[in-house]
């Protein structure tokens, strides 16, 4: 098997033999058995900066007569490493661990390795199977990001992951836009990752939020507006990102009905009768809690919740209810309860659903303002 033949996951901590080449012979002058010998034993990790690697154990030699082969003793005073893109088209042969002899036997050259990656500050990241789709196959910390802004932009950048940041992860773009984002190679950004309705993983990268957007930036609702209007106008996953991201942040308005008490609905009723209501009804102080109901639109057998970005986008409908602002994602959770199909934005003007199924992904984005 070759390296260009599989993933990074065929040889990751694995002990393997690759073929040896003058080139290599050269760079291993000094490790015994390196005259005769036509196979580099190795074992398989990641390194922060060079990618994937195979770290070089010893000489092995296949002897012809029989195809076993035999590995020579370690030069723990020389290191050499070679690199998954130097020794992509080489033939690799696996060996089975024998845990207790190798681990002894090599246990200065792991050492080394292992230190490293204790070190790492995304070492757990090399687990996420769901990454790998994005990721390049030599440099395995390097994945494709969709950078975007508030317009039309869009465009996949390399960007090498360097600091798990929860939410988000920290990582450097190392390819230049096309567009001018205003983040050029070399700039430091939070990674956000979703998983879509069909698995997949996407990262993504909002150009606006690396400029510092603020609760005061959302605080009208224009921004969501415009977000939807755009995803109206061109459907795409490039859109819909830039709706999600500035919706989950948003402070919507939700349309409810108070209900009172009987013991407060007759207090109201024996102000009316009494023709005080007038002049009483701004002192008026209820007796028990009052309850508010959110009201509930349907569409066929599909039941929403609606919310509005601000209390104007609710036009005529909302002089009808109670209009109570609350964070998005607290009108997420008020949704969850009720059998609900999901949410509807604006139902009235450009209406945006945002179906169940999309809830985890939404909670999970992590916020803008978390940095």
């Known amino acids: 098997m070759k390296y260009n033949e599989g993933t990074f996951r065929d040889f990751f901590h694995k002990w393997v033999a690759i073929e040896m080449t003058e080139e290599i012979r050269q760079r291993m002058i000094g490790y015994q058995g390196i005259r005769t010998a036509n196979w580099v034993f190795c074992y398989g990790y990641v390194d922060d900066h060079l990618g994937f690697c195979f770290e070089v154990l010893a000489c092995m030699r296949e002897h012809a007569t029989d195809h076993l082969f035999t590995n020579k003793e370690p030069n723990n005073d020389l290191r050499v490493t070679l690199t998954a893109e130097e020794v992509q088209g080489l033939e690799i042969v696996f060996f089975e661990p024998k845990k207790t002899k190798w681990h002894i036997k090599y ?25 790998d789709p994005l990721r390049d196959p030599y440099q395995i910390d390097c994945i494709m990001v969709y950078l975007i802004d508030s317009h039309e932009h ?4 390399w960007v090498n992951l360097e600091e798990d940041h929860p939410p988000y992860m920290m990582g450097e773009i190392v390819s230049e836009p096309e567009y001018n984002f205003g983040l050029p190679i070399g ?23 690396e400029k510092k957007l603020t609760k005061e930036d959302l605080e009208d609702g224009s921004l969501l507006e ?20 500035i919706l989950r942040e948003s402070t919507v308005w939700v349309p409810c009905t108070t209900i009172l008490s009987e013991k407060d609905q007759q207090a109201v009723m024996d102000m009316i ?13 209820f007796q028990d809690q009052v309850r508010l109901k ?52 604006n139902a009235f003007s450009e ?21």
């Open 107 to 131: 246990q200065e050259k792991l050492a080394v390795i292992q230190e490293h990656e204790e070190h790492s500050k995304i070492k757990y990241t090399r687990e996420l199977t769901d990454l």
């Open 154 to 157: 869009g465009e996949i950048v």
């Open 187 to 209: 700039s430091l950004v939070h990674v956000q990752f979703i998983k879509l309705e069909d698995g997949r993983i996407k990262a993504f990268c909002d150009s606006e939020q």
């Open 226 to 245: 415009k977000r939807i209007h755009e995803l109206t106008m061109n459907r795409n996953e490039l859109n819909g990102l830039k709706v999600l991201v």
């Open 273 to 285: 009768n009494k023709e005080e209501m007038e002049i009483d009804r701004k002192n008026f102080s």
């Open 294 to 345: 959110p009201d509930i639109l349907t569409n066929g057998d599909a039941s929403f919740l609606p919310v509005f970005s601000s209390k104007e986008a609710a036009g005529e409908y909302g002089t009808q209810f109670s209009m109570i602002p609350m964070d998005f994602l607290d009108a997420l959770n008020l949704s969850k309860g009720d059998d609900l199909s999901g949410i509807v934005v």
């Open 351 to 371: 209406p945006y659903e945002v179906p169940f199924v999309l809830y985890e992904l939404i909670e999970n984005m992590g916020s803008i303002f978390e940095k």
